[in-house]
Nanobody
């Protein structure tokens, strides 16, 4: 299975922006649909966004209009651009390879003043 490594998390003020990256070690990354999910302690995992191998995208209702998922197959990387961040976006964000059913280790995003 390919390994997924996320980066880009951190502390940001409300209204700010962050860009998460997820690099895959897979040799056929371009064939995988990819996704971003998040989890708040004590709650279930929530869909943030997905992108197919054909670049079709899907977003969770809570992030529509604020977050953008994209991919660069040449770099085996999927991105999550997060704008207008809110305190309720605070969570651990996970990258997911839908083809391989494989998860990254997660990256913490904290939105606080």
């Amino acid at each position: 299975q390919p390994q997924l490594v996320e980066s880009g998390g951190g502390l940001v003020q409300p209204g700010g922006s962050l860009r998460l990256s997820c690099v895959s070690s897979g040799s056929i990354f371009e064939r995988s649909a990819m996704g971003w999910y998040r989890r708040v302690p004590g709650q279930g995992r929530e869909l943030v966004a997905t992108i197919t191998d054909g670049h079709r995208t899907l977003y969770g209702d809570s992030v529509k209009g604020r977050f953008t998922i994209s991919r660069d197959n040449a770099k085996s990387t999927v991105y999550l651009q997060m704008n207008d961040l809110k305190s309720e976006d605070t969570a651990v964000y996970y990258c997911y390879d839908l083809k391989w059913d494989n998860w990254g280790q997660g990256t913490q995003v904290t939105v606080s003043s």
